[in-house]
């Protein structure tokens, strides 16, 4: 009797620690793209666990060039992970398949951020991520090279004509191309138009969601594209950004368009400055492309509610911003510290000046064909294929397929 009594005990103790075991292996499984944790994740994610007992994170990493695929795939095949560092651009193809949540904001969520910023994770008048990552671009230049073709090392250029006219001198009188122009078969090449565009006021999508990539603002955007070809570097059709900060820091050209995080990229000898893009004519103040990338919460795994919850202890202020220092990133929300980093850098300002008048990578159900067919459009207009208002109309025809 008493052996049976202890068999019933131990029996008893090892089901109740079984059963702690399994509430305590709940797992929210997350992917993040990259080579390794974002530095500090470990301790928010170990808050985070502290904080809701039961539940675990599982964090996956896998390289840039697999992990959008990867996560595409286990969604499509009915086995999602729960949360997932995306490209913004593909919330709207996610949310229209039903592969993934909202992730409501309440209004003082969204007013946390900078102007516009919420509009890059927002479809249908619904936010469908937590923005986790954030790049807008300036202008950087060679003072050196300025000097050199007799022009004021200290004063950049405001507009797109002074841009044209001082890239002109500088090729005419130095070793150097003026201009860094992207036109490769590469994703960046739509993002560098859309610079042009969202600093001449114009749009792809407007507030109604109606495409209105044929306008004033964008055929002038395109044409000044195809018109930098004259002071750009030979063949523009082989390069994309990161190739050209290769040029600028060879001195082969002197100015590019590029994110704060070249500016720790660049030679020590190199005599640089930057400042915000240059303006189109239809400008009403310094713009740039706004690049988010989001956590994305999938559907189907039963834990939603816990994972849009580990997403915006990910990404809350604090935690954030800690996060874009140590990766060097944009700020996504001017929290206390944001000014302090600009007094100490004022290379910092022109990457902040443009995100008032800056606007969104625009979002379509079929984001690679869209991206595709602006590529195309571009590449038209640099090799003088097409005249700019010929390929902006059949593209903006085009990429209404795409919606």
């Given at each position: 009797m008493i052996r049976t009594g202890l068999l019933g005990a131990a029996t008893a103790a090892l089901l109740a620690a079984a059963s702690a075991t399994a509430q305590a292996d709940t797992a929210i499984t997350m992917i993040q793209c990259g080579d390794s944790l974002a530095e500090g994740y470990d301790r928010f994610i170990a808050e985070w666990e502290e904080n809701n007992p039961g539940y675990t994170v599982d964090v996956e990493i896998i390289g840039w060039s697999q992990c959008q695929e990867k996560i595409t795939?286990?969604?499509?095949?009915?086995?999602?992970?729960?949360l997932a560092y995306v490209g913004s651009r593909t919330l709207k193809q996610f949310a229209e398949n039903d592969l993934i949540v909202p992730v409501p904001m309440s209004e003082e969520e969204k007013a946390s951020y900078y102007p516009n910023i919420v509009s890059t994770v927002t479809y249908d008048g619904t936010q469908w991520g937590v923005p986790v990552a954030f790049s807008t671009k300036a202008l950087y230049w060679n003072k050196d090279l300025f000097a050199q073709a007799g022009l004021d090392p200290e004063t950049p250029p405001k507009t797109w004509q002074e841009l044209y006219d001082m890239a002109a001198t500088i090729k005419e009188k130095t070793d150097a191309a003026g201009y860094?122009?992207?036109?490769?078969?590469?994703?960046?090449?739509m993002h560098q138009y859309l610079h042009w565009v969202y600093t001449n006021n114009g749009q792809v999508i407007d507030e109604n969601g109606e495409i209105v990539l044929d306008s004033p603002q964008n055929?002038?955007?395109l044409a000044?594209?195809?018109?930098?070809?004259?002071?750009?570097?030979?063949?523009?059709?082989?390069?994309?950004?990161?190739?050209?900060?290769?040029?600028?820091?060879?001195?082969?050209?002197?100015?590019?368009?590029?994110g704060p995080w070249v500016r720790v990229r660049l030679n020590e000898e190199l005599n640089w400055g930057v400042a915000p893009l240059p303006l189109g004519p239809q400008a009403k103040g310094p713009g740039t492309l706004l690049i988010t990338d989001s956590l994305a919460v999938f559907k189907g795994t039963g834990y939603e509610d816990k994972a849009i919850d580990l997403a915006k202890w990910l990404t809350n202020p604090v935690h954030q911003f800690f996060y874009e220092k140590t990766h060097g990133l944009t700020p996504l929300r001017p929290v206390p510290g944001?000014?302090?980093?600009?007094?100490?850098?004022?290379?910092?300002?022109?990457?902040?000046?443009?995100?008032?008048?800056?606007?969104?990578?625009?979002?379509?159900?079929?984001?690679?064909a869209f991206q595709n067919a602006m590529i195309d459009m571009v590449q038209a207009v640099v090799t003088g294929t097409k005249e700019p208002e010929a390929a902006l109309k059949e593209t903006a025809g085009e990429i209404e397929a795409y919606r």
């Open positions: 795939t286990l969604a499509a095949a009915g086995t999602p992970v729960g860094g122009l992207s036109a490769k078969t590469f994703d960046n090449t055929l002038e955007a000044w594209y195809g018109k930098m070809v004259d002071v750009a570097q030979e063949g523009p059709t082989a390069y994309e950004q990161d190739d050209l900060t290769a040029l600028f820091n060879d001195r082969k050209v002197a100015m590019i368009q590029q944001v000014e302090q980093m600009v007094e100490e850098d004022p290379t910092w300002k022109p990457f902040l000046d443009g995100i008032a008048f800056g606007g969104p990578e625009p979002l379509f159900t079929d984001y690679k």
